[in-house]
T-cell receptor, first 114, second 111 residues
């Protein structure tokens, strides 16, 4: 059981480049989300989705786009990379009952913007 | 920000000792969750405690929740070197449909 799979694990970009961080889960979870983790800041929510075709903004959405065409996949797009987006990005998923079900995290994508 | 805060920020103990970490939060919650993160890895869920529960156990882990004080604690008994990691609390608020994470406690268990 793979759980939540993120690719790539590492990426270096130049300012202004665009890229897509991939996230896939095989647990048939409706809820998926993207976080970024910066030193001393904990995890901050970027975007989330409660099901295919439905997305919403989190705490820090600027500079990122998401889409949810299938239950399994939830890619995160950086439109024009900026050094402030250097961070570790985590994708997570959980089942439909938020009162009882924890989130399952991928191992992260470490992104550096030069 | 609705983030919780863990206390202490860092904790260093000898193997076999108990480790206690505290979490304070600001909003009404459905549940509070504790996660562990090993260096360079993703977060792993440890325990979920619902707002109507006061204490929960899982192996060597004990979590308490005091909703009147908006606080929780995580106790790890008989610590092991393998418990060395960062520990985060996260609150599932009654409002927004997502988790709010604290800044974490870095635990070091010395063999």
């Amino acid at each position: 059981n793979a759980g939540v799979t993120q690719t790539p694990k590492f990426q270096v970009l130049k300012t202004g480049q665009s890229m897509t961080l991939q996230c896939a889960q095989d647990m048939n979870h409706e809820y998926m989300s993207w976080y970024r983790q910066d030193p001393g800041m904990g995890l901050r929510l970027i975007h989330y989705s409660v099901g295919a075709g439905i997305t919403d903004q989190g705490e820090v959405p600027n500079g990122y786009n998401v889409s949810r065409s299938t239950t399994e996949d939830f890619p995160l797009r950086l439109l024009s990379a900026a050094p402030s987006q250097t961070s570790v990005y985590f994708c997570a998923s959980r089942g439909s009952d938020r009162r009882l079900q924890p989130q399952h995290f991928g191992d992260g994508t470490r992104l550096s913007i030069l | 920000s609705q983030q919780g805060e863990e206390d202490p920020q860092a904790l260093s103990i000898q193997e076999g000792e108990n480790a206690t970490m505290n979490c304070s939060y600001k909003t009404s919650i459905n549940n509070l969750q504790w996660y562990r993160q090993n260096s360079g890895r993703g977060l792993v869920h440890l325990i979920l405690i619902r707002s109507n529960e006061r204490e929960k156990h899982s192996g060597r882990l004990r979590v308490t929740l005091d909703t009147s004080k908006k606080s929780s604690s995580l106790l790890i008994t008989a610590s092991r070197a393998a418990d060395t990691a960062s520990y985060f609390c996260a609150t599932d608020g009654t409002g927004a449909n997502n988790l709010f994470f604290g800044t974490g406690t870095r635990l070091t268990v010395i063999p």
